[in-house]
């Protein structure tokens, strides 16, 4: 089994749909990020929780959300979806301390908004 | 602030032949630096980084990059590639407290039989 799992892989909504994606992780770390992967533009940080009650705006949060609902579980939604949120999205794991900078890759998320 | 520029969006190589991806960063402290390698359809993986240490790093499958301060750059490098080479490659800087990382474009790596 993977050690960073995320739900569901591809998903095609409409306009106005209200979006979760699901993470879920077992490598016992406490950090966990959400990205969004656009061609060219390489990886964006969106959200990430150093622990449960924890949570940070990244650089590019409008229109999404958070929620941490336990340690290994992390999902994020998209309240309305637009066209220009259709990217690839990828959660990551990292342990505090020593090795910060070493995250761990779930395989991604691809939604396509029409 | 810190930022990172990956050079080439593409690079193209016989199997068996070096390859080199190139990557310049900004960065207001002294930094750390990564290469992350995603194959088609997978998360992105660890290649390697530096941490302050040594400024030649081993990475994994035969991947090493060089650290040069007065250049800014980090570039990564591999004597003979392999068809397994092909894959997307991201140069990534981390802030000061390693609490978040800013990503490069990527470059696309194909390798020619």
């Known amino acids: 089994d993977a050690d960073v799992t995320q739900t569901p892989r591809n998903r095609i909504t409409k306009t106005g749909k209200r979006i979760m994606l699901e993470c879920s992780q077992t490598?016992?770390?406490?950090?966990m990020y959400w990205y969004r992967q656009d061609p060219g533009l390489g990886l964006r940080l969106i959200y990430y929780s150093f622990d449960v009650k924890d949570i940070n705006k990244g650089e590019i949060s409008d229109g999404y959300s958070v929620s941490r609902q336990a340690q290994a579980k992390f999902s994020l939604s998209l309240e309305s979806a637009i066209p220009n949120q259709t990217a690839l999205y990828f959660c990551a794991t990292g342990k505090a301390g020593g090795d910060t900078g070493e995250l761990f890759f779930g395989e991604g998320s691809r939604l396509t908004v029409l | 602030a810190q930022s990172v520029t990956q050079l080439d969006s593409h690079v193209s190589v016989s199997e068996g032949t070096p390859v080199l991806l190139r990557c310049n960063y900004s960065s207001s402290y002294s930094p750390s630096l990564f290469w992350y390698v995603q194959h088609p359809n997978k998360g992105l993986q660890l290649l390697l980084k530096?941490?302050?240490?040594?400024?030649l790093v081993k990475g994994i499958n035969g991947f090493e990059a060089e650290f040069k301060k007065s250049e800014t750059s980090f570039h990564l490098t591999k004597p003979s590639a392999h068809m397994s080479d092909a894959a997307e490659y991201f140069c990534v800087v981390s802030d000061w407290a390693g609490n978040k990382l800013t990503f490069g474009g990527g470059t696309r790596v194909l390798v020619k039989p």
């Open positions: 490598k016992g770390h406490d950090r």
């Open positions: 530096y941490t302050s240490a040594a400024t």
